[in-house]
């Protein structure tokens, strides 16, 4: 078989073509590669960072929710004293003890000058109150100085007239229930700010 110089350089030509045809494609393919690579990357990253995100607001709530508790927490404590100061000043009302009725009556006459107001440790607090808890608050205060003046002079009243052992019936009753309505209208209002069942 004779070597011509024609054939020679066809199979050059044609073997070059093909090394840069490979090339080429080579080429092409590997761009395509990069180019789903790089939406790969891209499509990973951002789910991350949804993620990484849905747990910075889970955690922003949950601490959010810890501190509203703390906050309702405060509101929990100064309620149960208010009640038992309530329940302190009726029992007073109802009972022939001049030692329990001169205490209810310092009482009563502190209340008149500020015991119904949010205690300065709870201040701080108040402030993450919803509106609704504060509107409540103020209708219970309103309430609980209707009862205190009624209370004060039914105990005023009766140590003037000096007591015998039989309580009395002192008019305060329905002042007391008010205040004590009240007083679950705010608790209620806080649990329902917490999410908590009725």
């Not at 070597?3 to 045809?21: C, E, K, M, N, R």
């Not at 092409?28 to 990973?44: G, M, S, Y």
């Not at 309702?72 to 329990?100: I, M, P």
């Not at 229930?177 to 908590?196: F, H, N, P, Y």
């Amino acid at each position: 078989m004779a070597f011509d110089v024609q054939t020679a350089v066809v199979v050059a030509l044609l073997l070059s073509s093909g090394i840069a045809l490979g090339t080429l494609l080579s080429r092409w393919k590997t761009r395509q590669d990069v180019a789903v690579l790089e939406r790969q990357i891209n499509v990973h990253l951002e789910l991350t960072g949804r993620q990484h995100r849905a747990f910075l607001d889970a955690v922003r709530e949950q601490d959010s929710r810890r501190d509203l508790r703390e906050v309702y927490d405060d509101l929990a404590r100064w309620t149960h004293v208010l009640e038992r100061t309530v329940e302190e000043v009726w029992s007073a009302c109802q009972t022939a003890d001049e030692q329990l009725r001169k205490r209810a009556l310092v009482t009563v006459e502190d209340w008149v000058w500020g015991g119904g107001q949010v205690p300065a440790e709870h201040v701080a607090a108040s402030l993450c109150w919803s509106g609704d808890v504060h509107q409540r608050v103020r209708e219970f205060k309103a309430k609980s100085f209707d009862f205190m003046f009624a209370a004060r002079t039914v105990l005023k009243h009766d140590q003037r007239l000096g007591l015998d052992s039989t309580p009395r019936d002192t008019n305060v009753y329905e002042p007391y229930l008010d205040t004590l309505s009240a007083l679950d209208k705010v608790r209620s209002c806080a649990r329902a700010e917490l999410g908590v069942g009725q």
